[in-house]
């Protein structure tokens, strides 16, 4: 967490004999992730069982009810995504873990989610594809994360590296869900959901925890609130609290007027969404970067394969190759202004990637004026291995 | 920039040595519990940072299974085995697969019941133990797991201590089962320190 603060304390979070005491502890990331979750507040898991996400279901089927949560396993993946929406509209934060063919069936509660402005965490445990493609590894839906679902809405989306992350992660998606009022993605990959690592596990009252902006935090009278309006970020009014709750994923006005309808209306509607998140990205994502002084090279990675580009770097450097590392830890917005600013001039970028080259695209449209050369190094159903990677370095630059 | 310039966190080179172990063999052998105890065995109880990985396919019983720890003092990085040290074969096709990717001089244990050919003595440190012979006796097939981790800790002792093992197998197996892994465990380490088990 990058910061502490008593914020759980604040919201009323009994930590309960059901909490994992504070310590350390040898979980899986789809454990390490469920306990974050719990941490961050959410009391709401629905979901549909896909391989390699099952962990992470079978997980949260014993520890929600533990702690005084609702598990419910839903029909198919849209029921279960519009299961989130209901709960988090009932006040709820909610949780849903899956894999790519069941993010494929959730896209069209994720639109959904952008457009009525619902908190929500949706982790993807990413299976090579297309179709049902296989169980093992990959990052091949991180452009569906940002493009998949219709409409022109934003979205936000996070890249564990470790078992840690997963459960820093995890905690950290319900507070930009809770802030932004938006969907927040986890996407992982099987490598890191099934990896054991060690986890420590915070004090409960020392892990900052966001609770959702309501019209009577900030004094609105229900007769005079907008439940579009007030801020960039409206404040949510939640079903049985003295407010008219309006939910709505048409165009709408502020006050959710949705007859009125104009080209001008749709434009301010849809372009407030994209403001949002968007122009507040510097603020929103995080990128890790080392070795950048002076490098001559760079390796841009996230997720799981950051540890294979970290080794890699590292016996890059061993040899002579002035090799930098950045790995993104957000990947949408993609942190473009922040790639520019802490990117100097590099002769070649290296972007190894579990798909045949995805975040490459809006990596060469930010920083095409910066380097001389971006070479993708793919990698489809299996992690990449330090061998590899330096092979395709030491290729490129000898 | 030079390695040495390269520190961690806690300003330890990033690059600290890596124990890597490999364990080989069917679904249902326990291989990935194997995996799972010996890693947090050297993370809980010994204070080391591990990471367990283990091979993931559709079949759950029968299959060719691996389960992969690496320890280290410091960070680690690529969670999987690179070259690894020591091979626990539990089955000849886990033997002949990744025998290759052994580091020469390094350490195998293999069950001579299931693994007919037994790797080159010069080039690797062999060990035989009958782990699915042992577990027979003391009660079936599924203590097989506590017999290879019994074998096993002579081989590793220097790394580890036997009180961190057995915490992590009591920490893994059903309550009721804990008495008969201990037994197990104590045979399979009698046998690999003794030739005997009992």
Redesign the interface.
């Known amino acids: 967490m990058p910061k502490k603060a008593r914020r759980n304390e604040a919201a009323n979070i009994s930590p309960g004999p059901h909490f994992l005491k504070p310590g350390k502890y040898y979980l899986q990331g789809s454990e390490a992730c469920i306990e974050g979750a719990l941490m961050a507040g959410c009391r709401v898991y629905a979901g549909y069982p896909i391989t390699p996400a099952v962990e992470t279901m079978e997980y949260a089927s014993r520890r929600f009810p533990q702690v005084g949560g609702r598990f419910i396993q839903m029909e198919d993946e849209i029921a279960s995504a519009c299961a989130l929406i209901g709960s988090s509209w009932g006040g709820a934060k909610a949780l849903t873990a899956t894999s790519g063919p069941g993010f494929s069936l959730m896209q069209e509660a994720i639109s959904i989610a952008v457009m009525s402005e619902t908190p929500m965490v949706i982790v993807d445990i990413q299976r090579a594809g297309p179709g049902q493609g296989y169980i093992t590894a990959s990052q091949q839906d991180v452009m569906q994360a940002r493009w998949g679902h219709h409409g022109d809405g934003p979205i936000i989306a996070l890249a564990p590296a470790s078992v840690q992350e997963m459960f820093d992660l995890t905690i950290e998606a319900f507070t930009l869900s809770e802030q932004w009022r938006t969907p927040v993605l986890v996407m992982t990959e099987e490598t890191v959901a099934h990896m054991r690592e060690p986890l420590v596990i915070p004090p409960w009252n020392e892990v900052e925890v966001r609770e959702r902006k309501k019209p009577q935090d900030l004094g609105i009278p229900p007769g005079d609130y907008l439940p579009w309006g007030h801020n960039t970020v409206a404040p949510m009014a939640n079903w049985g609290e003295g407010y008219n709750v309006n939910f709505v994923a048409l165009v709408h006005l502020e006050d959710g007027n949705i007859t009125r309808y104009s080209p001008q209306a749709n434009y301010h509607c849809v372009e407030r969404l994209q403001k949002k998140i968007e122009g507040n990205a510097d603020g929103i994502t995080r990128i890790e970067a080392k070795f950048l002084e002076n490098c001559k090279h760079l390796i841009i990675c996230y997720g799981a394969v950051s540890r294979t580009a970290m080794e890699a770097a590292i016996e890059a450097c061993e040899e002579g190759l002035e090799v930098g590392y950045l790995r993104l830890i957000t990947l949408w917005p993609f942190p473009e202004e922040k790639l520019r600013r802490i990117v100097g001039t590099v002769d070649t970028i290296f972007v190894p990637e579990m798909n045949l080259g995805m975040m490459r695209h809006p990596i060469t449209e930010a920083l095409r004026d910066q380097c001389r050369k971006v070479v993708s190094i793919p990698s489809l159903g299996i992690l990449h291995s330090p061998e590899y990677i330096l092979s395709k370095v030491r290729e490129e630059t000898s | ?3 040495q310039g ?1 520190v961690d966190r806690e300003g330890r080179m ?2 600290t040595p890596r124990f890597e172990i490999r364990i080989a063999g069917f679904g249902g052998q326990g291989v990935v519990t194997i995996g ?1 105890i010996l ?2 065995a050297f ?2 109880y010994e204070g080391k ?6 091979s ?3 079949e759950s019983r029968g299959g060719a299974c691996k389960s992969e720890v690496v320890v280290s003092e410091g960070e ?5 085995v ?1 070259k690894a040290d020591l091979l626990i074969a539990l089955s000849q096709v886990g033997l002949d697969t990744y025998i290759s990717d052994l580091k020469e001089g390094g350490i195998v244990l293999v069950d001579p019941r299931s693994v007919k050919n037994v790797p080159d003595r010069d080039k690797y440190r062999v060990h035989e133990v009958p782990t699915m012979d042992i577990a027979h006796e003391i009660g079936g097939v599924k203590f097989q797991n506590s017999v290879a981790l019994g074998a096993l800790y002579p081989l590793i002792a220097h790394m580890i201590k036997e009180s961190s093992l057995r915490q992590g197998i009591s920490n893994n197996v059903p309550s009721e089962t804990v008495e008969i892994n201990m037994e197990a465990f104590k045979r399979g380490m009698r046998y690999a320190k003794e030739g005997k088990a009992e």
């Open positions: 920039m030079s390695a390269i990033s690059k799972r890693g947090e993370t809980i940072n591990s990471v367990n990985t283990h993931y396919g559709p680690i990085h690529y969670p999987n690179r």
